[in-house]
């Protein structure tokens, strides 16, 4: 039902891309991604990219031991995801999304009205800015400081569940900007709230029905699936992550 012809996505151009992903140069110009396997955010740029059929070359990062050519390439913030494009070094998720979109055909990750890219730009932000901080909080804090960023986090996704109402994806019809931006939501929230022992209280049926039903229909989804870590490869991460892992925003006070 949820199969991958609503997303746009080619699985002629797939397959290609699958078994070229090595491919140093091609017509679309040089392609890098500078990433880490467990991470949402690198994980947004390769499925974009994916999304638009675009070979690249993708190389992983060691967070412990940043490499020079992150350290290079993102000299500002020292974090991946990294897209290198003809040499040129394009930093932060959505902004890598943007100009993913705006580089290469293919299906649209924002919509074309400026009214309502306008949107799509202030929800993927607001995951970011806002959601995303906030749940992580919720993992990884504990007392009264947890009980907080719980409440918090439930409150903000309150906003996320009216936005999909009565919408197939954030994008509409087919998946786009939040769609990627809110992978954490859909995905790796699921398997760290196992680990952490927060499984139905902070997103839940009751207060986030349809953002329920989005996640659902996310992690059914073949592009999706094809597109994050394996769920037990990363709940070992997140097991072993004592102590826990730097919340991803520098904006979890
Ligand atoms: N706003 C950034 C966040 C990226 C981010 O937090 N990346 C993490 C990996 S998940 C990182 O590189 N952390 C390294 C560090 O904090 O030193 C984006 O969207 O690209």
Redesign the pocket.
């Known amino acids: 039902m949820y199969s991958t012809p609503s997303l746009y996505y080619n699985k002629k151009s797939f397959s290609k891309i699958n078994k070229h992903t090595n491919t140093k140069s091609t017509s679309m110009g040089e392609v890098k991604v500078l990433g880490?396997w467990g991470?949402?955010?690198s994980r947004r740029v390769e499925m974009a990219l994916k999304l638009k059929g675009v070979e690249y070359e993708y190389m992983e990062e060691d967070?412990i031991n940043k490499s020079p050519l992150l350290l290079k390439h993102n000299p500002v913030?020292?974090?991946?995801?990294v897209l290198l494009h003809n040499a040129n070094p394009i930093?932060?998720?959505?902004v890598i999304l943007e100009y993913i979109d705006e580089t290469w055909e293919g299906p649209p990750i924002l919509p074309k009205d400026p009214y309502e890219r306008s949107k799509a730009r202030f929800w993927a932000k607001f995951v970011?800015d806002e959601c995303l901080p906030a749940m992580w909080k919720a993992c990884w804090s504990s007392g009264e400081e947890r009980e907080k960023a719980k409440e918090e986090a439930v409150e903000l996704l309150k906003f996320l569940d009216s936005e999909i109402k009565g919408k197939k994806w954030f994008g509409g019809d087919n998946i786009g900007i939040v769609d990627i931006a809110a992978n954490f939501i859909a995905y790796w929230f699921g398997i760290i709230a196992e680990v952490v022992g927060l499984v139905d209280e902070v997103i839940t049926q009751e207060k986030h029905p349809n953002l329920c039903k989005w996640i659902e229909k996310y992690n059914k989804c073949s592009f999706v699936k094809e597109n994050v870590p394996p769920k037990d490869k990363l709940a070992e991460k997140f097991k072993d992550g004592s102590p826990p892992p730097?919340p991803?925003?520098n904006s979890a006070s």
């Not at 913030?77 to 995801?81: I, R, S």
């Not at 930093?91 to 959505?94: M, R, T, Y």
Request: charged residues 20%.
């Open positions: 880490a991470s949402p955010f967070l913030h020292k974090k991946l995801p930093a932060d998720s959505l970011d730097p991803p925003l």
